[in-house]
C-alpha cells in the first residue's frame, strides 16, 4: 500500500469515530447523514452488508431510536471487518460513474470507463481513476458523489486534472 494512504485500519478507525456522535447523542437525522457519506465506502467493503446497514437506516421494523442505533453499530462492525478487494472497488467506481456519465461527452465516458476496466485488471491504481472521477464531479456538479467519504479515504491527498 502506498504510504500516502490511510491504512484499512486507519480507515475503520475514522469511521467509528465519525459514528460516535451519532451514538453519543442519537437522532435518525444524524444516521441518515453518516450512512449516506460513507455509502461508497460501505459499498467497497460489502455491498451484501450495505443493504443490512441502509435497510436499517429505513427502519421498516419500526424499533425505537436505540435500537436502530444499536442495531447499525453492531452491522458497522461486521463491514468494517471485511476487506476491500479490487473487484468491489470496481464495482463502486462503476457505481460512482453510473450518477454522473449521462452529463459527461462521449470521449470522457470512454476515458473513464478504460480506465475502470484497466484498474479491475491491475494495470492502474486505484487513485489514478479516482482522481478522474472527483474532478469529473466537480466540472458537473454531482455534490452527493463529491462529497462521499471513499474520495477522502482511499485516494492519494494531491488533486490532479482531468487528462
Request: aromatic fraction near 10%; glycine fraction near 2%.
Amino acid at each position: 500500500m502506498d504510504e500516502n494512504k490511510l491504512k484499512i485500519s486507519d480507515i475503520r478507525n475514522f469511521v467509528l469515530d465519525n459514528f460516535s456522535p451519532v451514538k453519543s447523542k442519537p437522532s435518525m437525522n444524524k444516521l441518515v447523514r453518516f450512512h449516506t457519506f460513507h455509502k461508497y465506502l460501505f459499498m467497497a467493503f460489502d455491498p451484501n452488508e450495505l443493504n443490512n446497514l441502509g435497510s436499517i437506516v429505513a427502519n421498516h421494523e419500526n424499533l425505537i431510536l436505540k435500537e436502530v442505533i444499536c442495531k447499525y453499530s453492531e452491522n458497522l462492525k461486521i463491514i468494517l471487518g471485511k476487506l476491500p478487494t479490487r473487484k468491489k472497488h470496481a464495482n463502486v467506481l462503476r457505481r460512482m460513474y453510473g450518477r454522473m456519465y449521462k452529463k459527461l461527452p462521449r470521449y470522457k465516458q470512454e476515458i473513464i470507463e478504460t480506465q475502470i476496466s484497466n484498474y479491475q485488471s491491475g494495470k492502474i491504481k486505484l487513485n489514478d481513476v479516482l482522481e478522474n472521477l472527483r474532478v469529473l464531479t466537480i466540472e458537473i456538479d454531482n455534490l452527493y458523489v463529491a462529497k462521499q467519504s471513499y474520495f477522502l479515504l482511499f485516494s492519494e491527498k494531491k488533486v490532479t486534472r482531468f487528462l
